[in-house]
């Protein structure tokens, strides 16, 4: 008896209460923060989006501008990383078990981790969640445009080899509206799509707009030059708009892991100073 009480003196609680062989990873509390952060995620962006909807105005010189939006729409998305990734980061330093046995540092490393992995988990959730919605939007806009649609679809991409087989030298003007805008944009996309525009479209696109609006020669020919251009610019306005876009997701969705990791930890110090009853 004696050496019963003399084992349990010199090893009190220590030997009963130590986890060492548990899991360094609760994945019950980074899932519930993790869901935690994507229901806050698509709280926050919504709210975001409906108040961009309500700054907006289709009348000039009403509402805000487009650089404007721009700016008040990174500056949200760095809100919405900052407040949903701190949030579950927070609970799931909250919700994880106590470490008994465990170094203070190795406990830190592990908060930290565990943050880090809400975030990526919850960085999937709401992937996968717009990913569904933008495929249910297509496949509802399919559904709408009819049974045909697949077959328009298929046969858009070769209207401009279609088209290049009956051509004239001289294009009617008694012409149907829509089927020389449509001829015109087929060219213009084709033309964007390659390095430049080729002297046979060049031509022919001359002559067409020189036969539709009475213009001469040149400055049909000088218009087809400015609209080529001028449309070029555009995607070129636009691929920069969404790399600039992209680079700042990027850098809100850094800002993301770092608050959801720290957050972690500020959690896990709260849950270490709970006492055990």
């Known amino acids: 008896m004696a050496s019963v009480a003399y084992s349990t003196d010199h090893f009190p609680e220590t030997s009963v209460r130590s986890n060492e062989h548990s899991h360094g990873v609760i994945w019950s509390a980074i899932s ?15 709210l975001g989006a409906g108040m961009g909807l309500s700054a907006i105005s289709p009348w000039s010189g009403a509402g805000l501008s487009s650089t404007g939006v721009g700016m ?20 799931v330093g909250r919700l994880r078990v106590k470490w ?5 540092h190795e406990v830190f490393f592990r908060d930290t981790a565990h943050g880090f992995l809400v975030w990526a988990v919850g960085l999937v959730i709401s992937a996968v969640f717009f990913a569904a919605l933008a495929a249910a939007m297509a496949t509802g806009a399919a559904r709408t445009a009819g049974g045909s649609s697949g077959e328009t679809a298929a046969t858009a991409g070769d209207s401009y080899f279609v088209d290049s087989l009956f051509r004239t030298e001289h294009p ?16 213009l996309v084709h033309s964007i799509r390659e390095s430049e525009l080729s002297s046979q479209d060049r031509t022919y696109l001359t002559q067409l707009v020189a036969a539709r609006t009475g213009l001469t020669q040149p400055d ?3 218009r087809v030059n400015d609209t080529v251009a001028a449309a070029r610019q555009a995607v070129d306005g636009a691929r920069k708009a969404v790399a ?15 608050c ?11 849950r270490d100073r709970v006492p055990a009853i």
């Open 32 to 46: 519930a923060g993790a869901f935690a952060t994507a229901a806050l995620s698509l709280i926050l962006l919504a």
């Open 72 to 91: 008040a729409a990174i500056i949200w998305l760095v809100v919405t990383q900052v407040i949903a990734s701190a949030v579950g980061g927070y609970l």
């Open 100 to 104: 008994v046995a465990v170094h203070t």
């Open 172 to 187: 009617a003007t008694d012409q149907n509206e829509l089927a020389v805008r449509a001829e015109a944009s087929a060219i």
């Open 220 to 222: 049909a020919e000088q």
């Open 244 to 258: 600039h876009m992209l680079y700042w997701l990027f850098v809100a969705l850094l800002i993301g892991a770092f």
């Open 260 to 270: 959801a990791s720290f957050a972690a930890t500020i959690g896990g110090r709260e």
